[in-house]
T-cell receptor, first 111, second 114 residues
Framework: DAKTTQPPSMDCAEGRAANLPCNHSTISGNEYVYWYRQIHSQGPQYIIHGLKNNETNEMASLIITEDRKSSTLILPHATLRDTAVYYCIVSRSQGAQKLVFGQGTRLTINP | DTEVTQTPKHLVMGMTNKKSLKCEQHMGHRAMYWYKQKAKKPPELMFVYSYEKLSINESVPSRFSPECPNSSLLNLHLHALQPEDSALYLC?????????????FGSGTQLSVL
C-alpha cells in the first residue's frame, strides 16, 4: 500500500474551515484515499473516502488532485469536538483491509 | 447497531497470567481486526480475520493468540506478556464485501502488564 505524509500538527479557530493536507505520491490506480480520526481515548472513526472525484458527506469534504498524488480533508465549520488526530490512509478497496495508519495530524481547534 | 463492543475496558495482569480480550459486533460484518496502540503512536495492525479465517498476521509474537469463534466474536488470548506489551488494544470490523470497506472500531481495552 502507498505511504502517506501529513503535517504532525495544525491549529484552527472554532467556526473556521480546517484544511488538512495529505501527500500520497505513490498511490496506485486501484487504491482509495481514506480519512479516519481518533478523538482522545476513543477508537478511530471513519470520516470519508474517495478514489478520483471530490466527495462530500455530513462530516467533511475530500478534495483529491487530478494526478491523485495528494488530497485535502476539509471540515467546513470546525468545532471544539473536532479536536483529534486525523489519519490519511491509502488502501485498496474490496475485502478485508490491511489498513496501515501513518503518524497522522493532530488538529487542535481553538475557541 | 453500528457498535463494536470490547471488554474489559481496562485490564491489569502479571507476566505469568493468562487473560483474554473480547470483541463483539452485530452488524453482520465478516472481517474483524486487532490493532495495538502505544501512547501517542498510531494504531498498529496485528491480525485480520476474514470469514472467520485468519488472513493477516503481522508477525505478532506467539504470546498473543487470536481466535474467531464465529462471525460476531473475536478474542485475543494473552499469555506470558511483557511490560512493553502494555498498550491500548483496539478491535475493528468491516463488511469484507465487494464495495469500499469502512472499518468500525471499538473503544479499546487498556492493558497494563506488571
Amino acid at each position: 500500500d502507498a505511504k502517506t505524509t501529513q503535517p504532525p500538527s495544525m491549529d484552527c479557530a472554532e467556526g473556521r474551515a480546517a484544511n488538512l493536507p495529505c501527500n500520497h505520491s505513490t498511490i496506485s490506480g486501484n487504491e482509495y484515499v481514506y480519512w479516519y480520526r481518533q478523538i482522545h481515548s476513543q477508537g478511530p472513526q471513519y470520516i470519508i473516502h474517495g478514489l478520483k472525484n471530490n466527495e462530500t458527506n455530513e462530516m467533511a469534504s475530500l478534495i483529491i488532485t487530478e494526478d491523485r498524488k495528494s488530497s485535502t480533508l476539509i471540515l467546513p465549520h470546525a468545532t471544539l469536538r473536532d479536536t483529534a488526530v486525523y489519519y490519511c490512509i491509502v488502501s485498496r478497496s474490496q475485502g478485508a483491509q490491511k489498513l496501515v495508519f501513518g503518524q497522522g495530524t493532530r488538529l487542535t481547534i481553538n475557541p | 447497531d453500528t457498535e463494536v463492543t470490547q471488554t474489559p475496558k481496562h485490564l491489569v495482569m502479571g507476566m505469568t497470567n493468562k487473560k483474554s480480550l473480547k470483541c463483539e459486533q452485530h452488524m453482520g460484518h465478516r472481517a474483524m481486526y486487532w490493532y495495538k496502540q502505544k501512547a501517542k503512536k498510531p494504531p498498529e495492525l496485528m491480525f485480520v480475520y476474514s470469514y472467520e479465517k485468519l488472513s493477516i498476521n503481522e508477525s505478532v509474537p506467539s504470546r498473543f493468540s487470536p481466535e474467531c469463534p464465529n462471525s460476531s466474536l473475536l478474542n485475543l488470548h494473552l499469555h506470558a506478556l511483557q511490560p512493553e506489551d502494555s498498550a491500548l488494544y483496539l478491535c475493528a470490523s468491516s463488511q469484507a464485501g465487494l464495495g469500499v470497506e469502512k472499518l468500525f472500531f471499538g473503544s479499546g481495552t487498556q492493558l497494563s502488564v506488571l
